[in-house]
């Protein structure tokens, strides 16, 4: 017997069932209730009291496992692509190309990427077996020739597999679908079963309904917007009863959309609009934000201050710090394995930054040393430099000592990490999360006992990592529920937030199908693409119309990102909403107030009335002034609050080591006597340069890098030539890196200078430049971008009692010669303007705003800070 219901997709569905279920007296243990997601049985039972009796509730994929037996114990889903390599490698090298469209043997030996294309196996074989397909059937609808030998090389697969499991005394699960047998003790347990059905029935799900109520009552509750699909219309055929159409209900919760510039814009706002809800009398805990891609909990995670957050269904393992150590690891030992011995100095960095490892003694002095070693333009190290610590070696070797190794032996190594990590655990939670990670790889290695094979460590750990990234960690946190689109099936909340509306992320695009495209789907019968779109589109429909009110927000194209996605153009059309832009151009801060939660913007670093005692204590260099004169607020972050980029690895080689490296030639070859010749002046400046750069690893491992370094010392010829110009012209080289510092207006100013020149009692000072310059022209105050030279000329004058008679650049870029940098008949106008300018600086009352010129925001390592990214 079967009873067909539909429940009005804009009103929440488990009280309709509930109520049924008491209203129908099926307030018995001889009830099973099958719901689609873990919180949909949660739900459910608590609403019954405890003196009530209660029906079973179990999820679907609970109710399959009891309802079906098989003749032989079910394969693990860990050990299917073993067996699914052992039977392709039985096939022929043609139907191996035909299939994987390689044969290549290093494609079978790379076990991840085998297994990658043996889950699009499973996926198909599931699919069909699922949707009662035969192989006949299969090759009956194929649409080329081509397809129909696939098909059949692809049952030839299958039948090898399912051949091996049988001899090896096990079975697929999918093979229930050829041959369901019933578990009699379950059957015979109820009396009447009760589904919730919210999304598509597969051909096996429908003729179990059927058998079902051949035995006892089925009782059917559909619950979607808008109007029947395919499915539906095939599934009353098989039942042969029909699924009643909705009532139309006219929408009634308020809908506001907003476009921001950013996904952390979005995550403010919507911070913004929970405070402004729970104003109106909404409790947090009726509050949800729905996800429409599950990556932005990150987001969530990593931002809440406020602990306003709860992330559904725990965190997913791989949040776990377990699991993002062994991650690092498992890159480290690939780069070790295929350089041969080297690992990243990147990722030797993520992993003194992970924060259990940063608790064990040695890690700290380790990242100090990485941290050297980045400063030195290092971009690799042996595992022997960075394992001086006997607790470091205690973390590391057990994955460095050897590059292959079985499943069953990573295993045991990461279960010596999540030991050291349970051994450092500051609480109770972290210990569970250890002990369950422990658990875990436990049963990995009873599972995968039987497979024998050596892998190389990261593939062994990259296996292993899959199952440890589907752990669900619990993660205490706020009232307001942070959850994935499909878990909010049938559900109802007050208020619902849902960030990333834009065209990439939302409707999702499905998984390739490797096997199956529409043309085929359609002339099967199966649900294409489209269908699964529409049916996601239905769940995000419903979720908005059963809330009374609903936050949308984008990313606007103009700031990167896609469109809009369709499905909120929809919205915005159907409800003639107005889409308002989010403001948002600066420096974005949290503060609160006595009413809650406001945002404000800050484009400008407040007066500080200490600037001129902190500017005294730490004296000015031209960089300074250079930095003020392109933006105050830069100056401020840089200087005064102290803001430094971190050095990062890098595979190229500053400009100023390359500066660096001519200068200390230089002032060797200069210091033994100068040279006579063009060629032999070149000769030891080439062989000086390039065993100076040649110490670089980027000179090592960057072809690019090593042919600009060859291509430089070969046109210092020109830089040899015009020296020995200047040497006939009487010029000498007098001092190398002069110290200048001289107080002017109170202030202690101070340079460096890389080089002086004498001639008959006329003096030149030079800074060599490896950027194109260009001759001094005229001395504009309002123009002026650099003022180091000049500044060097006033501080060379405090010092050696009388100003340059020449003032220039070394371009060692381009025309290897020197060039007017700034006119000394200029310099009282220079010292006006400077003094001035220090004044400025030390204005108690100045504000520091960002620079209205864009261009000098181009290569900016504060435009995070400010917004201007
Ligand atoms: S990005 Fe532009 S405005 Fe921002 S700090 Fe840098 S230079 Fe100033």
Same mark, same amino acid.
């Given at each position: 017997?079967?009873?067909? +219901? ?37 739900? %459910?039972? @608590? ?13 679907? $994929? ?13 394969? $693990?889903?860990?050990?299917?692509? *073993? #067996? ?69 090389? @692809? ?83 098989? %039942? ?28 403010? *706002? ?32 990593? !931002? ?18 377990? +699991?993002?150590?062994? &991650? ?34 040695? #890690?700290?002095? %380790? ?7 980045? =400063? ?78 050596? *892998? ?9 990592? =899959? ?36 065209? &990439?992320? #939302? ?8 096997? @199956? ?20 589109? !239905? ?9 009374? *009110? ?12 896609? +469109?809009?996605?369709?499905? %909120? ?15 948002? /151009?600066?420096?974005?801060?949290? /503060? ?52 430094? $980029? ?55 491992? !960057? ?55 004498? !001639? ?49 650049? +070394?371009?060692?870029?381009?025309? #290897? ?46 435009? &995070? ?5």
């Amino acid at each position: 017997m079967i009873h067909i +219901y539909r429940t009005p997709a804009a009103k929440p569905v488990i009280p309709v069932i509930s109520e049924y279920l008491k209203s129908s007296g099926l307030l018995s243990g001889n009830v099973c209730c099958v719901l689609p997601t873990g919180r949909n049985k949660r739900s %459910l039972a @608590l609403r019954f009291n405890t003196s009530e009796k209660s029906p079973v509730i179990l999820s679907i $994929p609970e109710f399959n496992s009891f309802l079906f037996r098989t003749e032989k114990p079910v394969v $693990p889903p860990e050990l299917r692509h *073993f #067996f699914m390599r052992q039977a392709a490698d039985r096939l022929s090298r043609d139907e191996k190309l035909a299939l994987f469209k390689r044969t290549d043997p290093d494609f079978m030996e790379n076990f991840i990427t085998f297994a990658e294309t043996g889950s699009a196996f499973f996926r198909f074989f599931r699919e069909i077996k699922g949707e009662l397909i035969t192989a006949e059937e299969l090759a009956k609808h194929a649409l080329y020739t081509d397809y129909e030998r696939q098909t059949r090389i @692809l049952h030839a697969l299958w039948e090898a597999y399912t051949g091996i499991l049988g001899a090896n005394g096990l079975c697929d699960s999918s093979e229930m679908f050829d041959n369901p047998q019933f578990n009699q003790f379950f059957t015979d347990r109820f009396t009447d079963y009760v589904f919730l059905i919210t999304g598509f029935l597969t051909r096996h799900e429908m003729r179990t309904l059927k058998t079902l109520s051949e035995k006892g009552s089925v009782h059917l509750f559909f619950h979607f917007i808008g109007d029947k699909t395919i499915n539906h219309k095939e599934i009353e055929e098989t %039942l042969g009863t029909a699924v009643p159409d909705d009532e139309p209900a006219a929408p009634t919760g308020s809908i506001e959309v907003i476009e921001t510039g950013s996904r952390m814009e979005e995550y403010e *706002f919507i911070t913004e609009k929970i405070y402004e809800t729970a104003a109106k009398g909404v409790d947090f805990n009726r509050m949800a934000v729905i996800l429409p891609d599950e990556k932005m909990k990150a987001y969530f995670i990593e !931002n809440d201050i406020y602990n306003l957050f709860n992330i559904t269904a725990g965190t997913d393992g791989t949040y776990s710090e377990i +699991y993002q150590t062994a &991650d690092i690891i498992r890159k480290a030992a690939e780069e070790n394995l295929l350089s041969g011995g080297l690992i990243g100095i990147e990722t030797m960095e993520k992993l003194t930054a992970q924060p259990f490892l940063k608790k064990i003694t040695g #890690f700290g002095s %380790l990242a100090e040393r990485i941290k050297d070693l980045i =400063g030195m333009k290092r971009l690799a190290v042996t595992f022997d430099e960075t394992a001086g610590f006997p607790s470091v070696r205690k973390v590391l070797t057990p994955f460095f000592k050897e590059t292959h190794t079985t499943l069953t032996d990573a295993a045991k190594k990461l279960i010596n990490l999540a030991e050291i990590f349970n051994e450092n655990a500051e609480d109770q939670r972290e210990k569970q999360h250890g002990t369950l990670v422990i658990k875990e790889l436990k049963r990995l290695i009873t599972v995968y006992a039987p497979v024998m094979d050596i *892998f190389p460590l990261h593939t062994a750990l990259t296996q292993l990592m =899959g199952a440890l990234a589907r752990l669900g960690f619990h993660r205490p946190g706020g009232e307001v529920t942070v959850m994935g689109l499909l878990e909010t099936r049938n559900m109802q909340f007050d208020a619902v937030f849902i960030p990333n509306m834009n065209a &990439d992320v #939302f409707p999702p695009s499905s998984d390739k199908d490797l096997f @199956l495209n529409t043309e085929i789907r359609c002339s099967l019968r199966l649900p294409t693409f489209l269908d699964r779109e529409h049916l996601i589109k !239905n769940y995000m429909s419903q979720i908005i119309a059963k809330s009374k *009110f609903a936050y949308i927000s984008c990313i606007s194209r103009d700031k990167g990102s896609s +469109y809009r996605s369709p499905f %909120l153009e929809e919205i915005i059309i159907k409800r003639r909403l107005r889409v308002r832009p989010y403001s948002s /151009s600066g420096f974005r801060i949290f /503060s609160t107030t006595e009413n809650g939660l406001r945002l404000y913007e800050q484009t400008s670093f407040k007066p500080d009335a200490g600037i001129a005692g902190k500017l005294k204590k730490r004296g000015i260099s031209a960089t300074m002034l250079n930095d003020y004169i392109a933006c105050p607020y830069r100056f401020y972050a840089k200087y005064i609050i102290g803001l430094k $980029p971190a050095e990062r690895p890098e595979d190229s080689i500053p400009p100023y080591e390359y500066g660096k490296a001519i200068h200390s030639v230089l002032e060797n070859i200069y210091s033994a006597g100068l040279p006579e010749t063009a060629e032999e002046l070149h000769g030891r400046i080439y062989s000086g340069f390039l065993e100076a750069i040649g110490k670089f690893d980027a000179y090592r491992v !960057n072809p690019l890098e090593k042919e600009q370094a060859e291509d430089l010392a070969e046109r210092l010829y020109l830089f040899a030539v015009n020296e020995i110009n200047r040497f006939s012209e009487g010029w000498r080289p007098k001092t190398e890196e002069d110290e200048l510092e001289a107080k002017i207006n109170g202030m202690r100013l101070k340079g460096r200078l890389d080089r002086t020149d004498e !001639n008959g009692g006329k003096t030149a000072i030079i800074d060599y430049k490896l950027k194109t310059v260009k001759d001094f022209r005229d001395f504009k105050p309002e123009k002026i971008k650099d003022v180091q030279m000049p500044l060097y000329a006033l501080l060379f004058m405090h010092k050696h009692g009388h100003m340059p008679d020449e003032i220039l650049w +070394y371009d060692l870029k381009k025309e #290897f010669r020197t060039v007017k940098a700034f006119d000394v008949s200029r310099m009282d106008e220079f010292r006006e303007f400077l003094e001035e300018m220090l004044k400025r600086l030390a204005d108690p009352e100045q504000a520091y705003p960002r620079t209205d010129r864009q261009s000098d925001c181009r290569y900016c390592d504060y435009a &995070d800070l400010c917004g201007r990214s």
